[in-house]
């Protein structure tokens, strides 16, 4: 592994940070000992069994990811709701992100294990979002290195009670076994991972759809992985900063890639292009919040006036439009 400018945790840090992750899965209610990498809550009534390895596109040399549906976590999809990307190197090979679930992680690494048989030596968190952490739990393991923004362990540590107890009461006995792994490897602004003979560009970005946002540029092949900085026909989810996440994109876009592989949506896109509509939504979001603090409208209607001529253009547009525009609306009086 190489670094440029990057950051790891100290000992202390990392005894810190292992200590609280265990703290945290201590809140999981079945208090049992974390399955094996063998064994796996798959199927229904969360009984062990060997998990079902989720379906794999292979976008570029290499690169193989796992195209989400666009839905809410149910028992029927395990939690298996965001992208997850496998990159395969001459050495080693790297996941990006994990599903909401411990199983929808294990499926993940059944799904890796038939793909290579490199080891595995990196899970990248491209941001703290259940969807795309709590499967971390499955990939722990000797040898492998959990890595995310330096932002990223506090703010899924502060949440961590609300994302478990929600994957318990929305899973049921599927959630068995899901708990907090936080990052050992954490990015101030970049780092370079070495897959051998792949490199893997790690980029720390401002704040944007969350505080931690990070994304993974493949040298190998100029597949960027944006996770949620990039949704594609699911609607874009505001978590973070709306100015900010309208300035990156001006600045992302201006970079080339082969292809873009988002958090949500069709596994491999044209860039910049992809962006296009995602820029479009945050653009009428703001502008539509904008227009409405100017007349002094109340916080409250903002959800029957922000971004209404986007609906019936995403998927779970009914679902989060009307958060964010509350979001926008709580940045946006204050400018």
Avoid: C
Wanted: no cysteine; charged share 20%.
């Amino acid at each position: 592994m190489t670094a440029g400018k990057s950051a790891g945790f100290s000992r202390d840090r990392r005894t810190l940070l292992a200590r609280l992750s265990l703290a945290l899965g201590g809140l999981w209610a079945s208090g049992g000992p974390l399955p094996s990498l063998a064994q796996t809550s798959g199927g229904a009534g969360g009984s062990a069994g060997p998990a079902d390895p989720l379906p794999l596109e292979r976008v570029a040399e290499g690169v193989f990811v796992y195209r989400a549906p666009y839905e809410l976590v149910t028992p029927a999809n395990q939690g298996a709701i965001a992208n997850m990307t496998l990159i395969v190197g001459s050495e080693a090979a790297a996941v990006i992100d994990t599903g909401n679930s411990y199983i929808a992680g294990a499926r993940m690494l059944a799904a890796v294990r038939a793909a290579t048989d490199r080891p595995l030596r990196y899970v990248v968190n491209t941001h703290m979002h259940p969807d795309h952490t709590l499967g971390n739990a499955a990939f722990v393991a000797p040898g492998v290195q959990f890595v995310a923004h330096r932002k990223m362990p506090r703010a899924l540590s502060v949440r961590a009670e609300t994302y478990l107890a929600q994957a318990e009461r929305l899973l049921g006995p599927q959630a068995e076994g899901t708990r907090i792994v936080l990052p050992e490897l954490l990015v101030d602004d970049e780092l370079t991972l070495d897959l051998g003979g792949r490199a893997l560009h790690l980029r720390a970005h401002p704040t944007a759809h969350t505080d931690n946002d990070l994304t993974v540029r493949d040298t190998a092949t100029g597949s960027w992985v944006m996770g949620d900085l990039l949704f594609i026909g699911h609607i874009p989810t505001l978590d973070g900063s709306l100015k900010g996440w309208l300035a990156l994109l001006d600045a992302i876009t201006a970079e080339s890639a082969s292809r873009a592989i988002p958090g949500h949506g069709p596994a491999s896109a044209g860039w910049p292009g992809a962006a296009a509509d995602e820029r479009r939504y945050l653009a009428r979001l703001r502008s539509d919040v904008a227009a409405l603090i100017a007349s002094g409208g109340a916080m409250s209607t903002a959800p029957e006036v922000a971004a209404r001529s986007e609906a019936g253009r995403w998927a779970l547009y009914d679902e989060f439009n009307a958060r964010n525009a509350i979001a926008a609306y709580h940045e946006l009086e204050w400018e």
